[in-house]
DNA sequence: TCCTTAGTTCAAAAGTTATTGAACAATTGG
DNA sequence: CCAATTGTTCAATAACTTTTGAACTAAGGA
């Protein structure tokens, strides 16, 4: 249960283009990058795909190093890789989330939207 | 042998990044990239992958509407379709390109030149 | 016409990725 | 301690993707 990220510049182009590739993935990053600097637990996700499927997704996502994951108690704080991507890749991150905001064949960002704040 | 292309707004966000994702279709497009406006033929790509591969490889990106492919004589004109990648997705092949040129594991873009030009 | 060049198609094999359910940890609250 | 919550792991399967070689088509030149 180590979950290992690779390093900055362990960072592979192809991996993180093929990793974004799948609609469920992109469909996370996207979900996080509007929540930008929140860490999400796994269920956030729990709408796009099973339980078992999303760890699997996340992994992916994980090992690609898109996302860190963090072990807090019982939960898994996942984040963006935001400042390891935009070091490593220019602009890429940023045009990806456009392009995906832009892209009318995929469903609208931002789930069930309930935040507890009392 | 009709060559179907996507129509600009048919061309989908994860289909491209999943097409660009393969380190052979990386490669072509970088290539393309570095001599864009010049339509090349197949044979180009003849370093990358064997013939019946390369036409695997060219058909996806071209159903991906990555490139643009046409019929002259007994060649295939292949072009990348940098306006309508723009158009739908600004920037991002551009901060594609230019992650793979910063990317030191990828083999360096621009195969053996010898212009004919006698 | 015959041959070469350029590329495609097909079917098979190999390899990889995604999805599932059942069983398993680990932490936390009662 | 017990139960619930959160997420992982495992093995199986399903579903794709990539790669290959052999056979093919189509155009162009001698």
């Given at each position: 249960?180590?979950?290992?990220?690779?390093?900055?510049?362990?960072?592979?182009?192809?991996?993180?283009?093929?990793?974004?590739?799948d609609?469920?993935r992109?469909?996370?990053?996207?979900?996080?990058?509007?929540?930008?600097?929140?860490?999400?637990?796994?269920?956030?996700?729990?709408?796009?795909?099973?339980?078992?499927?999303?760890?699997?997704h996340?992994?992916?996502?994980?090992?690609?190093?898109?996302?860190?994951?963090?072990?807090?108690?019982?939960?898994?704080?996942?984040?963006?890789?935001?400042?390891?991507?935009?070091?490593?890749?220019?602009?890429?991150?940023?045009?990806?989330?456009?392009?995906?905001?832009?892209?009318?064949?995929?469903?609208?960002?931002?789930?069930?939207?309930?935040?507890?704040?009392?």
């Amino acid at each position: 249960m180590s979950l290992p990220h690779p390093t900055t510049d362990q960072i592979s182009l192809p991996i993180v283009l093929a990793v974004l590739g799948d609609p469920t993935r992109l469909a996370i990053v996207r979900y996080l990058a509007s929540k930008e600097g929140v860490p999400l637990n796994c269920s956030k996700f729990l709408d796009l795909a099973s339980k078992t499927n999303l760890s699997y997704h996340l992994a992916k996502l994980r090992e690609a190093g898109v996302t860190r994951s963090e072990a807090v108690g019982t939960s898994r704080l996942i984040t963006l890789r935001r400042d390891d991507l935009d070091k490593r890749f220019p602009g890429l991150l940023d045009s990806v989330i456009a392009a995906a905001d832009g892209d009318k064949a995929l469903p609208a960002v931002g789930v069930s939207e309930v935040e507890v704040s009392a």
